[in-house]
C-alpha cells in the first residue's frame, strides 16, 4: 500500500503511477488537477475491477487516496 497520508499529492501520484505501470499507461498529472489523473488511473481495465472510489464524489485527495488504496492492491 501506498500510504497518501504523509506524502504530498506529487508523490503519491508519481509513485502510484510507477505501481500502476504493468497495468496500462497512467496520465501525467498536470498542475494540481488529481481528479482528472485520478479519474484516468480508475479508468484502466485491471483497475476498474476492483471497484475504486469515483474522484469526482471527493473535495480533498488524500481522503479519496486513501479510499483508492483501500480497494486497489499496489
Same mark, same amino acid.
Given at each position: 500500500? %501506498?500510504? $497518501?497520508?504523509? @506524502? &504530498?499529492?506529487?508523490?503519491? +501520484?508519481?509513485?502510484?503511477? @510507477?505501481? @500502476?505501470? /504493468? *497495468? =496500462?499507461? /497512467?496520465? +501525467?498529472?498536470? =498542475? &494540481?488537477?488529481? +481528479?482528472?489523473?485520478?479519474?484516468?488511473? %480508475?479508468?484502466?481495465?485491471? %483497475?476498474?475491477?476492483?471497484?475504486?472510489?469515483? $474522484?469526482? =464524489?471527493?473535495?480533498?485527495?488524500? *481522503?479519496?487516496? *486513501?479510499?483508492?488504496? *483501500?480497494? +486497489? $492492491? @499496489?
Amino acid at each position: 500500500m %501506498i500510504d $497518501p497520508r504523509h @506524502l &504530498t499529492l506529487h508523490e503519491w +501520484v508519481d509513485a502510484v503511477s @510507477l505501481a @500502476l505501470a /504493468t *497495468e =496500462g499507461p /497512467t496520465t +501525467v498529472l498536470k =498542475g &494540481t488537477d488529481w +481528479v482528472q489523473w485520478a479519474h484516468n488511473a %480508475i479508468s484502466l481495465p485491471k %483497475i476498474s475491477a476492483f471497484s475504486p472510489p469515483d $474522484p469526482r =464524489g471527493f473535495k480533498d485527495w488524500r *481522503e479519496w487516496a *486513501e479510499r483508492f488504496v *483501500e480497494c +486497489v $492492491p @499496489l
